[in-house]
C-alpha cells in the first residue's frame, strides 16, 4: 500500500463519517509566535479548540506537513539513529470540535486500523492516561487488559506547547517482534524508547487550555485531536524495518547509493548518514518552499541546522561536490504530485540547496581543521569560545559541534557558547525572527467585536470599547472603523478622531494579537476619549489613495517580476507606504537595467489598460485552484480574500486597492540591490510619488552638475596657479643655478609644468635678479615644449640677440621660434633633446 494510498484511504473513512476534508496547512504557523514550526495536525485548529475561531463544521480530518525540530518536540537529534523519528512528516488525524468525545474517537480509531488498513489486530496495544479509567474500558472492548497500558504524564499528556490546548491522550501501538528492539537491547515494554513497539497514532482528548505560567482552564467544549504518522504507517504496511523505507522517503537513499556507489545495510555508520540526508532533504525541500530560506536567526537557523547536518553527512559519505540541491530535486520528484508548492518552487529549493551547500563548503574543512588544533591540547570539554568561533566564523551549528563531540569523545560547554550568543545579541541590534509581532494588547471586551469598514468607507462613527494612555497620546478601540491596520506589509492609516468632548489626531494603526484595530491617538484639544463616547473617525484620504496605488502597483510588479525573471520569483516580504512600495522575492542575480525596463513596461501596460480590480471572498482551497497567488508570511484563513487586477494578476490579500488600475499613473523602480542569500529587493513609486521622486532627481542632478562644473573650474584655477608656481621655481632657487661664462651670468634652465605665459614670468624674474645676462628657459607641459629667451638691455643687440639664440636653440630640438634681440618666444620639438639644446646657450656665449 502506498503511502498515498494509506493517505486516501485515512480521508475517505473520516470523510464517509461527516468529516470535512481540509487540507495541509503551512509550517511556518504565522500569527502563532508561540511555535517555531506547525508541528501537529491540530495547530491550524488551535483557535476552534479554545473558542476563539468558529467553523462552519464540527468534524475535520487532514494529513498535516509538520516539522519537528527545535520547540518542545524536537526530533532533531534522534532522526538517522532509530527507525522512527524524522523531523519532517506527515500527520494523518481526525478531529471532533465538541462533537464526540472519547468513546467515539476510540472507536473510529480502531475501525479504521483494523478493516480500512487492516493492520493486526493481534499486535496492537493501547496507552492511556493513568488515571483515565474511562479511556481503560473503552479499549477494553477491542483488547485483552494486558495489552492496554497506563502511563503517566511524560507519555500520556499531550500539549502543542508551552502554551495552548492540551488533555490526556492514549496511543496505539504496534509490537514488531523482539527483534525490533536491536540486538543487545532489553525492550522495556510499550513505552520504552527502542525500536519494538511503534506508536502509530494518538488520540488526544482536548479538554484543557494552558495559560502561560502553567495554570490550565477547561475548554468551553472537549474535543477530539488526533494524530498518525503517515510515514510509520507506510513503513509497517509496506512491511519495512523503518520510515526511511517506505515509498514517501526511500527514492532519497537510492539516489544517495547511486551517487556514492555505497549501499544501504552494508555499513551502520553509513546509513546513519543516508537516512540524515533522506530525512533532512525533505524537511529543507518543504521549508524552502514556504519560504523560509537559511539564515542565522529563528527558524531559519533551525532551517540552516538541518541542511548544514544533511552536508556533514554528506562528507562522511564521500560526496565531495554539492549535491543536497539534486536530493532536494528527487524529494520534489517523489511528493511534488501531491504538494504542488514543491514542483512550483522546484527551482527555488535547488538554488537554495545549493548556494548554501558552496559556503558551508568553504569553510567546514577549516572548522574542521580548528577542532583538530584544540584537540591536541587533549581538554576534555570544548570552551564555549571555541564553540562560538565556530558557529559564527565557520557556520558550524552547535549540535554539529556536539555530534562531532560525540564521535570524536569530547563534551560542548553549551553553557559557554550561550553566553558567547548573549554577547552577540548586545552587540548586534538584532529584534527576532524577522516576524512582525503583533502587539499584546489585553482587551478585554467579551462579546464585542471590530468591524473594519475601510475598504470601502474612509468615514464612519462608533462607539469606543477600549482606551488606554499612552505617552502623550491615547490608544483606543472602537465598535467600527475605517482605520486599516498594519498588515500584510501595508502600513496602517492616519486621519482624525473626533467626540463631543475631544479630538484626535490617529498617527498610525495596529492590529492587536485578538484582531482589534488599535488606534494610536495624539489628543489635538479636549479631553482623553473614554469607554463609551461616541468617536467620529475619518481616514486621511489623499494619504490613503496613495497607499492603495503603490499596493495594487506591488501585485502588478509581482505579476511583472514573474514574466520578465521566471516563476521562481517568490514573495518574501513587502512594505506598502504612501511614498514607495518594497518587495523582497527569491532570485538568485541582480536584475539587470533592462530586465527592470522590461518589468516597468509590462505593469504599466497593464496601467494603461486601466484594467478592473475586482476583490472576491472564497475559500482558501478554492483561490489556490485558482491561481491565486498566496504569500506564506501571511496568515489566512478558511475564508480568504482574492484580489484580482486585470486578467492576469490574482493574489490572496487584505489590502486595500484601487478601483481600476489607471489609477496608479505610472510605476517606476527606482532601486534594486540583494538582501540576503537568494532575496533581492526592488523599490518602485507609483503615481505623484514618482513624479516627485523624478522631479527632486532631477534638481539633484542640476545641482550636481552646477557643483561639478563650478568643481572643474575651480580645478583649473589651481591648475594655472600651480603651474606658475612651478615654473617662478617655486621653491627652486634659479638664480643659483646662473653660471658664469666669461664675465657673462647665463641662465639656461629646463622648467617642467611651464606653460609659454609662466615661462615668461620666471624668466622676466631671473633677469631682474641678474641685471645683467642672458636667460633661456625650456618649459614643458602636456607634452609640449615652450621656449623664451630674454638678454638684458645692456648685452642685447650689441653682443647678444635673444631672436637668434631661440633660434639655434629652436633648431636642436626641432622646433620653432624667434623675436627680438632683448626677447624671443617659440617652442615644440623633442622635449627629450631639451638638455642638449640649453647646453647650446652656454656654448653661444662662450663664443
Ligand atoms: N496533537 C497530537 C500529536 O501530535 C495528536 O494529533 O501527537
Given at each position: 500500500?502506498?503511502?498515498?494510498?494509506?493517505?486516501?484511504?485515512?480521508?475517505?473513512?473520516?470523510?464517509?463519517?461527516?468529516?470535512?476534508?481540509?487540507?495541509?496547512?503551512?509550517?511556518?504557523?504565522?500569527?502563532?509566535?508561540?511555535?517555531?514550526?506547525?508541528?501537529?495536525?491540530?495547530?491550524?485548529?488551535?483557535?476552534?479548540?479554545?473558542?476563539?475561531?468558529?467553523?462552519?463544521?464540527?468534524?475535520?480530518?487532514?494529513?498535516?506537513?509538520?516539522?519537528?525540530a527545535?520547540?518542545?518536540?524536537?526530533d532533531l537529534e534522534n532522526v538517522g539513529r532509530t527507525a522512527r523519528h524524522l523531523t519532517f512528516f506527515?500527520?494523518?488525524?481526525?478531529?471532533?470540535?465538541?462533537?464526540?468525545?472519547?468513546?467515539?474517537?476510540?472507536?473510529?480509531?480502531?475501525?479504521?486500523?483494523?478493516?480500512?488498513?487492516?493492520?493486526?489486530?493481534?499486535?496492537?496495544?493501547?496507552?492511556?492516561?493513568?488515571?483515565?479509567?474511562?479511556?481503560?474500558?473503552?479499549?477494553?472492548?477491542?483488547?485483552?487488559?494486558?495489552?492496554?497500558?497506563?502511563?503517566?504524564?511524560?507519555?500520556?499528556?499531550?500539549?502543542?506547547?508551552?502554551?495552548?490546548?492540551?488533555?490526556?491522550?492514549?496511543?496505539?501501538?504496534?509490537?514488531?517482534?523482539?527483534?525490533?528492539?536491536?540486538?543487545?537491547?532489553?525492550?522495556?515494554?510499550?513505552?520504552?524508547?527502542?525500536?519494538?513497539?511503534?506508536?502509530?497514532?494518538?488520540?488526544?482528548?482536548?479538554?484543557?487550555?494552558?495559560?502561560?505560567?502553567?495554570?490550565?482552564?477547561?475548554?468551553?467544549?472537549?474535543?477530539?485531536?488526533?494524530?498518525?504518522?503517515?510515514?510509520?504507517?507506510?513503513?509497517?504496511?509496506?512491511?519495512?524495518?523503518s520510515a526511511f523505507?517506505?515509498?514517501?522517503l526511500?527514492?532519497v537513499i537510492?539516489r544517495v547509493q547511486?551517487?556514492t556507489?555505497k549501499?544501504y545495510?552494508?555499513h551502520a555508520e553509513d546509513d546513519v548518514s543516508m537516512r540524515v540526508i533522506a530525512d533532512h532533504a525533505r524537511a529543507t525541500?518543504?521549508?524552502?518552499?514556504?519560504?523560509?530560506?537559511?539564515?542565522?536567526?529563528?527558524?531559519?537557523?533551525?532551517?540552516?541546522r538541518i541542511m548544514r547536518r544533511a552536508i556533514r553527512h554528506e562528507v562522511r559519505l564521500?560526496i565531495?561536490?554539492?549535491l543536497l540541491?539534486?536530493f532536494c530535486?528527487?524529494v520534489?520528484?517523489?511528493?511534488?504530485?501531491?504538494?504542488?508548492?514543491?514542483?512550483?518552487?522546484?527551482?527555488?529549493?535547488?538554488?537554495?540547496?545549493?548556494?548554501?551547500e558552496?559556503?558551508?563548503?568553504?569553510?567546514?574543512?577549516?572548522?574542521?581543521?580548528?577542532?583538530?588544533?584544540?584537540?591536541?591540547?587533549?581538554?576534555?570539554?570544548?570552551?564555549?569560545?571555541?564553540?562560538?568561533?565556530?558557529?559564527?566564523?565557520?557556520?558550524?551549528p552547535?549540535d554539529l559541534?556536539e555530534v562531532i563531540?560525540l564521535e570524536?569523545?569530547?563534551?560542548?560547554?553549551?553553557?559557554?557558547?550561550?553566553?558567547?550568543?548573549?554577547?552577540?545579541?548586545?552587540?548586534?541590534?538584532?529584534?527576532?525572527?524577522?516576524?512582525?509581532?503583533?502587539?499584546?494588547?489585553?482587551?478585554?471586551?467579551?462579546?464585542?467585536?471590530?468591524?473594519?469598514?475601510?475598504?470601502?468607507?474612509?468615514?464612519?462613527?462608533?462607539?469606543?470599547?477600549?482606551?488606554?494612555?499612552?505617552?502623550?497620546?491615547?490608544?483606543?478601540?472602537?465598535?467600527?472603523?475605517?482605520?486599516?491596520?498594519?498588515?500584510?506589509?501595508?502600513?496602517?492609516?492616519?486621519?482624525?478622531?473626533?467626540?463631543?468632548?475631544?479630538?484626535?489626531?490617529?498617527?498610525?494603526?495596529?492590529?492587536?494579537?485578538?484582531?482589534?484595530?488599535?488606534?494610536?491617538?495624539?489628543?489635538?484639544?479636549?479631553?482623553?476619549?473614554?469607554?463609551?463616547?461616541?468617536?467620529?473617525?475619518?481616514?486621511?484620504?489623499?494619504?490613503?489613495?496613495?497607499?492603495?496605488?503603490?499596493?495594487?502597483?506591488?501585485?502588478?510588479?509581482?505579476?511583472?517580476?514573474?514574466?520578465?525573471?521566471?516563476?521562481?520569483?517568490?514573495?518574501?516580504?513587502?512594505?506598502?507606504?504612501?511614498?514607495?512600495?518594497?518587495?523582497?522575492?527569491?532570485?538568485?542575480?541582480?536584475?539587470?537595467?533592462?530586465?527592470?525596463?522590461?518589468?516597468?513596461?509590462?505593469?504599466?501596460?497593464?496601467?494603461?489598460?486601466?484594467?478592473?480590480?475586482?476583490?472576491?471572498?472564497?475559500?482558501?482551497?478554492?483561490?489556490?485552484?485558482?491561481?491565486?497567488?498566496?504569500?506564506?508570511?501571511?496568515?489566512?484563513?478558511?475564508?480568504?480574500?482574492?484580489?484580482?487586477?486585470?486578467?492576469?494578476?490574482?493574489?490572496?490579500?487584505?489590502?486595500?486597492?484601487?478601483?481600476?488600475?489607471?489609477?496608479?499613473?505610472?510605476?517606476?523602480?527606482?532601486?534594486?540591490?540583494?538582501?540576503?542569500?537568494?532575496?533581492?529587493?526592488?523599490?518602485?513609486?507609483?503615481?505623484?510619488?514618482?513624479?516627485?521622486?523624478?522631479?527632486?532627481?532631477?534638481?539633484?542632478?542640476?545641482?550636481?552638475?552646477?557643483?561639478?562644473?563650478?568643481?572643474?573650474?575651480?580645478?583649473?584655477?589651481?591648475?594655472?596657479?600651480?603651474?606658475?608656481?612651478?615654473?617662478?621655481?617655486?621653491?627652486?632657487?634659479?638664480?643659483?643655478?646662473?653660471?658664469?661664462?666669461?664675465?657673462?651670468?647665463?641662465?639656461?634652465?629646463?622648467?617642467?609644468?611651464?606653460?609659454?605665459?609662466?615661462?615668461?614670468?620666471?624668466?622676466?624674474?631671473?633677469?631682474?635678479?641678474?641685471?645683467?645676462?642672458?636667460?633661456?628657459?625650456?618649459?614643458?607641459?602636456?607634452?609640449?615644449?615652450?621656449?623664451?629667451?630674454?638678454?638684458?638691455?645692456?648685452?642685447?643687440?650689441?653682443?647678444?640677440?635673444?631672436?637668434?639664440?631661440?633660434?639655434?636653440?629652436?633648431?636642436?630640438?626641432?622646433?620653432?621660434?624667434?623675436?627680438?634681440?632683448?626677447?624671443?618666444?617659440?617652442?615644440?620639438?623633442?622635449?627629450?633633446?631639451?638638455?642638449?639644446?640649453?647646453?647650446?646657450?652656454?656654448?653661444?656665449?662662450?663664443?
Amino acid at each position: 500500500m502506498t503511502g498515498r494510498e494509506i493517505r486516501r484511504r485515512f480521508l475517505d473513512f473520516f470523510a464517509e463519517r461527516g468529516h470535512e476534508r481540509v487540507s495541509s496547512s503551512s509550517l511556518v504557523p504565522h500569527g502563532d509566535s508561540t511555535l517555531l514550526f506547525t508541528n501537529a495536525g491540530m495547530v491550524q485548529f488551535k483557535g476552534v479548540f479554545t473558542g476563539a475561531e468558529t467553523r462552519p463544521y464540527t468534524r475535520a480530518a487532514s494529513s498535516q506537513k509538520c516539522v519537528r525540530a527545535g520547540g518542545k518536540h524536537n526530533d532533531l537529534e534522534n532522526v538517522g539513529r532509530t527507525a522512527r523519528h524524522l523531523t519532517f512528516f506527515e500527520m494523518l488525524g481526525n478531529f471532533s470540535f465538541g462533537d464526540y468525545f472519547k468513546h467515539e474517537a476510540i472507536d473510529l480509531a480502531w475501525e479504521l486500523f483494523t478493516t480500512r488498513l487492516a493492520l493486526p489486530a493481534d499486535r496492537l496495544w493501547a496507552t492511556v492516561f493513568h488515571s483515565d479509567d474511562e479511556a481503560f474500558e473503552l479499549w477494553r472492548r477491542h483488547l485483552p487488559p494486558e495489552r492496554i497500558a497506563r502511563l503517566g504524564e511524560k507519555d500520556n499528556f499531550w500539549a502543542m506547547g508551552d502554551t495552548g490546548p492540551c488533555g490526556p491522550c492514549s496511543e496505539l501501538h504496534i509490537d514488531r517482534g523482539e527483534a525490533a528492539a536491536g540486538p543487545a537491547h532489553a525492550c522495556a515494554g510499550v513505552a520504552c524508547e527502542c525500536d519494538r513497539f511503534l506508536e502509530l497514532w494518538n488520540l488526544v482528548f482536548m479538554q484543557y487550555e494552558r495559560a502561560p505560567g502553567g495554570a490550565m482552564t477547561p475548554l468551553p467544549r472537549p474535543s477530539i485531536d488526533t494524530g498518525a504518522g503517515l510515514e510509520r504507517l507506510a513503513m509497517i504496511l509496506q512491511g519495512k524495518p523503518s520510515a526511511f523505507e517506505c515509498d514517501l522517503l526511500w527514492p532519497v537513499i537510492a539516489r544517495v547509493q547511486k551517487e556514492t556507489g555505497k549501499r544501504y545495510g552494508a555499513h551502520a555508520e553509513d546509513d546513519v548518514s543516508m537516512r540524515v540526508i533522506a530525512d533532512h532533504a525533505r524537511a529543507t525541500a518543504f521549508l524552502v518552499a514556504e519560504g523560509v530560506f537559511p539564515e542565522k536567526t529563528g527558524r531559519e537557523y533551525v532551517l540552516r541546522r538541518i541542511m548544514r547536518r544533511a552536508i556533514r553527512h554528506e562528507v562522511r559519505l564521500g560526496i565531495d561536490r554539492p549535491l543536497l540541491g539534486a536530493f532536494c530535486d528527487t524529494v520534489v520528484d517523489t511528493m511534488g504530485e501531491d504538494f504542488p508548492e514543491l514542483g512550483e518552487r522546484r527551482r527555488v529549493i535547488a538554488e537554495i540547496a545549493r548556494g548554501e551547500e558552496e559556503r558551508f563548503r568553504e569553510t567546514l574543512d577549516r572548522g574542521l581543521e580548528l577542532i583538530d588544533e584544540w584537540r591536541a591540547k587533549r581538554d576534555k570539554t570544548m570552551p564555549g569560545e571555541i564553540v562560538f568561533k565556530l558557529y559564527d566564523t565557520y557556520g558550524f551549528p552547535v549540535d554539529l559541534v556536539e555530534v562531532i563531540g560525540l564521535e570524536q569523545g569530547f563534551a560542548v560547554d553549551a553553557a559557554g557558547f550561550e553566553r558567547e550568543m548573549d554577547r552577540q545579541r548586545a552587540r548586534s541590534d538584532f529584534a527576532g525572527s524577522g516576524e512582525i509581532r503583533a502587539q499584546r494588547i489585553d482587551i478585554v471586551v467579551p462579546g464585542t467585536t471590530c468591524a473594519f469598514v475601510g475598504y470601502d468607507r474612509l468615514e464612519e462613527e462608533g462607539k469606543i470599547l477600549w482606551a488606554a494612555p499612552t505617552d502623550g497620546g491615547v490608544d483606543f478601540v472602537a465598535d467600527v472603523t475605517p482605520f486599516y491596520a498594519e498588515s500584510g506589509g501595508q502600513v496602517g492609516d492616519t486621519g482624525v478622531a473626533e467626540g463631543d468632548e475631544f479630538s484626535l489626531q490617529v498617527v498610525d494603526a495596529q492590529k492587536s494579537a485578538e484582531g482589534f484595530v488599535v488606534h494610536r491617538g495624539k489628543i489635538l484639544s479636549g479631553r482623553a476619549p473614554r469607554v463609551g463616547d461616541r468617536v467620529r473617525l475619518r481616514v486621511d484620504a489623499e494619504r490613503r489613495a496613495s497607499i492603495r496605488r503603490h499596493h495594487s502597483g506591488t501585485h502588478l510588479l509581482h505579476l511583472a517580476l514573474r514574466r520578465v525573471l521566471g516563476d521562481h520569483v517568490m514573495q518574501k516580504g513587502s512594505r506598502v507606504a504612501p511614498d514607495r512600495l518594497r518587495f523582497d522575492f527569491s532570485h538568485f542575480a541582480p536584475v539587470k537595467d533592462d530586465e527592470a525596463r522590461a518589468i516597468e513596461d509590462i505593469v504599466n501596460a497593464r496601467v494603461a489598460d486601466n484594467a478592473p480590480t475586482e476583490v472576491v471572498e472564497t475559500s482558501f482551497d478554492h483561490a489556490k485552484r485558482l491561481g491565486a497567488l498566496a504569500f506564506f508570511g501571511d496568515k489566512y484563513g478558511e475564508r480568504v480574500r482574492v484580489v484580482r487586477i486585470g486578467r492576469e494578476s490574482l493574489e490572496l490579500c487584505g489590502g486595500t486597492h484601487v478601483a481600476a488600475s489607471g489609477e496608479i499613473g505610472l510605476l517606476g523602480v527606482v532601486a534594486e540591490r540583494g538582501i540576503a542569500q537568494g532575496v533581492r529587493r526592488v523599490e518602485a513609486l507609483a503615481g505623484p510619488a514618482l513624479l516627485a521622486w523624478a522631479r527632486e532627481h532631477e534638481t539633484a542632478a542640476t545641482r550636481r552638475e552646477e557643483e561639478l562644473l563650478r568643481q572643474l573650474k575651480e580645478r583649473d584655477k589651481e591648475i594655472s596657479a600651480l603651474r606658475r608656481k612651478v615654473a617662478s621655481g617655486g621653491t627652486r632657487d634659479l638664480a643659483s643655478e646662473v653660471r658664469d661664462i666669461g664675465g657673462i651670468k647665463v641662465l639656461a634652465a629646463r622648467i617642467d609644468e611651464a606653460d609659454p605665459k609662466a615661462l615668461r614670468d620666471a624668466s622676466d624674474r631671473v633677469k631682474e635678479k641678474l641685471r645683467s645676462g642672458v636667460v633661456v628657459l625650456a618649459g614643458v607641459s602636456d607634452g609640449r615644449v615652450s621656449l623664451v629667451a630674454m638678454v638684458t638691455p645692456d648685452l642685447a643687440g650689441s653682443r647678444f640677440h635673444a631672436g637668434k639664440i631661440l633660434g639655434e636653440v629652436a633648431g636642436v630640438l626641432g622646433g620653432r621660434g624667434g623675436g627680438k634681440s632683448d626677447m624671443a618666444q617659440g617652442g615644440g620639438g623633442d622635449p627629450a633633446r631639451i638638455g642638449e639644446a640649453l647646453e647650446r646657450v652656454y656654448a653661444i656665449v662662450g663664443g
